[in-house]
């Protein structure tokens, strides 16, 4: 049996001013008028039956814009329904605005307070990832705060310059600046051979610390892969069942600091532990259906980034990332430990430019420069070669201003965190809560 989506002709706001308008005018023709009985629509709105809805339509949204699900692990035949009723995108989007309506009137129990605000954050998002497959353009800045709740700052250009001159004056020798930087780099590529050793011990290291502090559920499991040809340098695939697929980009070569970049992002604290607790807490423990799907364009995701990205420094605090890699994963590369130190200054002084590419997206996916003129940007501020920059350009042609969840993202979270705690202990615990809340980016400020 297909199902079909309830088609909603009067909305609860109308029937919200109608019926006591409907009632008074019955009463002109009676002598004995009495008091129209109150009606508390709100009352009656289930909120999970709001979600169910929210979901089968994000579910057949997905079948038009191919990106927008990223996960799934709720009932197959919901999925299979929403194909078969082969809506069309006029119809989804109206039902989407017939979610949201409902959505606005609903009354949150006691400790749901932070569910109906982010659902109704992702259904405003859902609407306004529809908008642009129906051909509205918006802009960067309307599609940041639409999709994901964020106000995202305008950058100055002299200021990414300054970080270029003070990496110039810390690589060694003369020249062009890429030139050198991956001179210096190229001592820190670790051999394809190597790149699955390396890759496990970081990951079980990151894991370990993790245990430290959480208690994971019992069961819980990844499996890696290495692919090629992609636009994003590594992707987890939530499978549900607190089952991960980690994959990893190998377009370019490896630099060994990427092993811990991505153990704790793609895994632990990063995003296969927020899926854990999300999977135990909000959908076994709290019944919050609508957290079966993760959409890549909503509100979620920026907090996802960002909490991945501080992951890494809060597994990894101070000194400790670096003396890590030495005793641990150069040897299993085989590459000089001594190599590593330079490196650490370099990567602290390349920060300065994390912002680059959200100014570079931006003027690109607003007509203020054309293509080639964001390869350029891209190749000068992220030092790095044309194929390098065009696979970067291809990330913003695909996922747009997704962009901003990773840098402006992990400046939230962190500042959020750092605002809230004295030491690395407390800082686990902080971040904890923030796995366990509903969070997004106006929640940070």
Same mark, same amino acid.
């Given at each position: ?7 909603? %002709? ?45 979901? =089968? ?21 919901? =999925? ?40 109704? *954050? ?35 250009? !002299? ?173 299993? !590369? ?26 570079? !997206? ?24 044309? %194929? ?12 747009? !201003? ?11 979270? *962190? ?13 686990? *615990? ?8 509903? %969070? ?6």
């Amino acid at each position: 049996m297909s199902f079909r989506f309830p088609r909603i %002709t009067v909305s609860f706001l109308f029937l919200a001013i109608l019926l006591p308008l409907l009632g008074a005018c019955a009463s002109i023709n009676q002598p004995e008028a009495k008091p129209a009985p109150v009606i508390d629509l709100a009352a009656d709105i289930d909120i999970d039956e709001i979600a169910e809805r929210y979901v =089968r339509v994000a579910l057949a949204f997905g079948e038009i814009d191919k990106h927008y699900v990223d996960a799934y692990t709720g009932p197959k035949e919901w =999925r299979e329904e929403a194909l078969a009723a082969n809506m069309g995108l006029e119809d989804m989007y109206a039902e989407a605005v017939s979610v949201l309506a409902s959505l606005e009137l609903a009354i949150p129990a006691k400790g749901e307070e932070a569910r109906l605000r982010q659902l109704q *954050r992702n259904v405003t998002a859902l609407i306004g990832r529809m908008r642009m497959a129906r051909g509205e353009h918006l802009s960067f800045n309307e599609e940041a705060a639409i999709l994901y709740d964020a106000i995202v700052p305008s950058y100055d250009v !002299a200021e990414f310059d300054a970080a270029l001159e003070k990496l110039d004056a810390l690589l060694p020798g003369t020249g062009d600046l890429g030139t050198r930087l991956e001179t210096m780099r190229a001592q820190l590529y670790v051999p394809k051979d190597k790149i699955p050793a390396v890759m496990k011990a970081a990951i079980e290291e990151c894991r370990a610390r993790t245990q430290m502090h959480y208690g994971l559920p019992e069961g819980e499991k990844f499996n890696l892969e290495f692919v090629t040809d992609k636009p994003w340098s590594a992707y987890n695939w939530y499978q549900g069942a607190y089952h991960s697929l980690i994959e990893v980009n190998l377009d370019q070569p490896f630099l060994i600091t990427r092993a811990l970049d991505l153990g704790c992002h793609e895994g632990y604290p990063g995003h296969h532990v927020w899926n854990l607790y999300v999977e135990s807490e909000f959908i076994r423990k709290n019944g919050w259906l609508e957290y079966q799907l993760f959409p890549l364009f909503a509100p979620g995701a920026l907090f996802a980034e960002g909490s991945a990205n501080y992951g890494i420094e809060l597994a990894f605090p101070g000194d400790s990332r670096l003396q890590f890699e030495q005793d641990v994963l150069y040897p299993i !590369a085989g590459i000089d430990p001594a190599a590593g130190i330079l490196n650490e200054d370099i990567t602290k002084a390349y920060g300065d430019l994390r912002f680059s590419r959200i100014h570079i !997206a931006r003027a690109f996916l607003d007509g203020e420069i054309d293509r080639e003129q964001a390869i350029a940007m891209i190749m000068k501020y992220s030092i790095t070669s044309r %194929t390098r920059a065009e696979q970067s350009l291809s990330f913003i042609e695909t996922y747009r !201003a997704y962009i901003i969840n990773y840098s402006l993202g992990l400046d939230l979270v *962190r500042n959020y965190i750092t605002a809230r705690s004295e030491n690395n202990e407390e800082a686990w *615990r902080v971040f904890e809560d923030l796995l366990l809340t509903p %969070t997004s980016a106006s929640d940070l400020k």
